[in-house]
């Protein structure tokens, strides 16, 4: 079993720059894949980006590529999601998860098992 806690959310004009943190306990930390999703009110659930088990393979969807930069630490047992330059359509609840079933770069969102309780992010125009 693993717990994940977000931390780092708030509030920020457009164009400022927010680290949110996943801080995970429990099972082997670097044997999972892990991944940031977020999702705006109304909207479904939507994937932003992931990294392997090592943090030397990343992927990115389009519309945060080249702003936004996840990275992880596994002697702390955390992972990060770097967001510069950000927009109001950033603004929802970022969530981070960890996938068991996959230590590489997973994409699909069945395959994460282990959920934050996420955190707000919004960004004013």
């Known amino acids: 079993q693993v717990q994940l806690v977000e931390s780092g959310g708030g509030l920020v004009q457009a164009g400022g720059s927010l680290r949110l943190s996943c801080a995970a306990s429990g099972r082997t930390f670097s044997s ?3 991944g940031w999703f977020r999702q705006a009110p109304g909207k479904e659930r939507e994937f932003v980006t992931t990294i392997n088990w090592s943090g030397s393979n990343t992927y990115y969807v389009g519309s945060v590529k080249g702003r936004f930069t996840i990275s ?4 702390k047992n955390t992972v990060y999601l770097q967001m510069n330059s950000l927009k109001p359509e950033d603004t929802a609840v970022y969530y981070c998860a960890a996938s068991s079933r996959d230590n590489g770069i997973v994409l699909v969102t069945a395959l994460y098992d282990y959920w934050g309780q996420g955190t707000q992010v919004t960004v004013s125009s």
Do not use: L, S, T, V
């Open 72 to 75: 992880r630490d596994n002697a």
């Open 32 to 34: 999972y894949a892990m």
